[in-house]
C-alpha cells in the first residue's frame, strides 16, 4: 500500500498543542516533536473497533501487548526482551523520573550530555539530584562524545546514574555501536548506572543503525534500564504509553515501586491497543514513513546549502528534529524564537531549552507534509534576508 504523507491534515482547532499555543492562526508550528501525518491505518482501525465497544473502563494490560513488544524487538532489532523485564507506564518522561527516584537519593548527581531533551533536566531536578554535564563536542556539522571529560564526570562518587539518550534529541545523533560500548565501559567501570532513553529508536534514516544499548552485552543489560515507546515513530503520544525494561530483578522492583509512588502504574486502554497495532500491523507503514522523513531531510539539506548557507544543520542521522546553527543572527535563541513568531510566524524551538551548550541554535521539526516544510523553509530564508 502507498500511503499519503503528502495530505496537509488540519490540526488547528484540535486542542492540539503544537498547532493551537500560539495567539495567531498563521504561525507555522515546527517545533513540539510529534508529527503532522495521520498514523497508520491499521492503527486507526484498531482505535475505532475499540470506541465503538463504547465502554472505557480501567484496562487490564494483556499478554498479547507483551509478545507485539517483544517480537518487535527481537525481529526489528535483534534485541531479546524477556516479558518480565517489562513495566508499562505512561510515558518515558514519567518513566524517567520514576527510575531516577529508584536509584537516587536527594543530593546524589545524575550525568547528562548536554545540549539534550529538555525533561531530564526536570526529571533530575524533581527528585531533588544535581545535574552533571558532560557536553558534546560540536564540529562539522555534527555532535561528538567528549570521553574523557565522560569518564572524568563519571569517577565522581556523587554520581549515581547517566541519562543516554539514543538515538539523540535535539541533534539527530544515532549513536554507533562502538561509541555505546565506550560509554558503556566508563559508567561500568565506575559503577554509574546507564539509563537509556530509546523513544527515537526506530527513526533512523539511510545508512545509520539504531543499536539498543543493553543489547550489546550481558554485562550492558545487567548495568542499565531502557525507556522505550511508540509513540514518536507512530505518532500516538497523546496515547501516552510507554515501557521500562530492566532485566536485573531487584533493581526491576526498585523501579515499580518508585512507579506507584508516582501514580504512573496505570495506563488507558488506547496506548494498548496502539501499541499492539503498531508493533503487529504497522510495519511498512513505517518505512514508508521513514523514507518521506529521509526526503525532507535532503530537501532541507540543500535548500540550506544554497539559501541559506550562512546557518549550517547538523546531519540528520535519526529522530525528525534537525539542528540548525543561528548564531549569525548574535541575538539569544530565546529572543530568536520570539521574533521568528512574531515576525516570520514561523515558531522553532529556542536551542537554550536543552542547555548552555544550545544557545545561538534552533531545532526544527521537520515530520510534515513536505509543502509545509517548504513554506517554513521560506518563512526563515525571509527573515533572514530582511535582517
Excluded at 488547528?12 to 498563521?26: L, P, Q, V
Excluded at 526526503?295 to 528534529?321: A, H, S, W
Aim: negative net charge.
Amino acid at each position: 500500500m502507498k500511503y499519503n504523507f503528502d495530505e496537509q491534515v488540519p490540526r488547528r482547532g484540535t486542542c492540539s498543542y503544537k498547532w493551537d499555543s500560539a495567539k495567531n492562526e498563521d504561525v507555522l508550528p515546527m517545533w513540539v516533536a510529534d508529527m503532522d501525518f495521520r498514523t497508520a491505518p491499521a492503527i486507526v482501525d484498531a482505535l475505532r473497533q475499540r470506541v465503538e465497544h463504547g465502554i472505557f473502563g480501567y484496562t487490564r494490560v494483556p499478554d498479547s501487548y507483551y509478545k507485539a513488544v517483544t517480537d518487535w524487538f527481537v525481529r526489528r532489532h535483534g534485541w531479546a526482551i524477556e516479558r518480565e523485564w517489562i513495566i508499562y507506564t505512561s510515558g518515558v518522561v514519567p518513566a524517567l523520573s520514576a527510575i531516577i527516584k529508584a536509584l537516587t537519593q536527594p543530593g546524589d548527581r545524575v550525568l547528562v550530555q548536554t545540549p539534550v531533551y529538555n525533561c531530564f533536566f526536570s526529571s533530575i531536578r524533581n527528585n531533588g539530584c544535581e545535574i552533571v554535564s558532560s557536553p558534546l563536542i560540536y564540529a562539522n556539522n555534527s555532535f561528538f562524545i567528549d570521553f574523557d571529560d565522560l569518564e572524568r564526570k563519571t569517577t565522581d562518587p556523587k554520581v549515581k546514574v547517566m541519562l543516554l539518550c539514543n538515538p539523540y534529541n535535539p541533534a539527530g545523533r544515532v549513536w554507533t555501536r562502538e561509541e555505546l560500548t565506550r560509554i558503556g565501559e566508563i559508567c561500568i567501570r565506575n559503577g554509574v548506572m546507564v539509563v537509556a532513553d530509546e523513544i527515537h529508536c526506530e527513526l533512523t534514516l539511510p545508512d545509520y543503525v539504531y543499536t539498543p544499548f543493553a543489547s550489546i552485552s550481558d554485562e550492558f543489560l545487567i548495568h542499565s534500564i531502557t525507556c522505550l515507546s511508540p509513540s514518536k515513530a507512530f505518532n500516538i503520544a497523546g496515547l501516552q504509553i510507554a515501557n521500562i525494561v530492566c532485566a536485573d530483578d531487584v533493581v526491576r522492583a526498585k523501579i515499580d515501586r518508585a512507579i506507584n509512588d508516582n501514580e504512573v502504574c496505570d495506563v488507558n486502554p488506547f496506548g494498548v491497543i496502539a501499541t499492539q497495532a503498531a508493533y503487529n500491523d504497522s510495519e511498512e507503514w513505517l518505512e514508508q514513513l521513514l523514507d518521506y522523513l529521509n526526503q525532507n531531510y535532503l530537501y532541507m539539506r540543500d535548500f540550506c546549502k544554497t539559501y541559506l548557507p550562512g546557518f549550517p544543520i547538523t546531519i540528520l542521522e535519526g529522530t525528525y528534529l534537525v539542528w540548525m546553527d543561528c548564531r549569525k543572527f548574535g541575538i539569544s535563541s530565546e529572543q530568536l524564537e520570539h521574533r521568528l513568531v512574531n515576525e516570520a510566524r514561523l515558531w522553532l524551538n529556542a536551542g537554550r531549552m536543552y542547555g548552555a551548550e544550545g544557545e545561538g541554535f534552533m531545532r526544527w521539526n521537520i515530520a510534515c507534509p513536505r509543502a509545509v516544510l517548504i513554506e517554513g523553509l521560506e518563512r526563515f530564508r525571509n527573515f533572514a534576508y530582511k535582517k
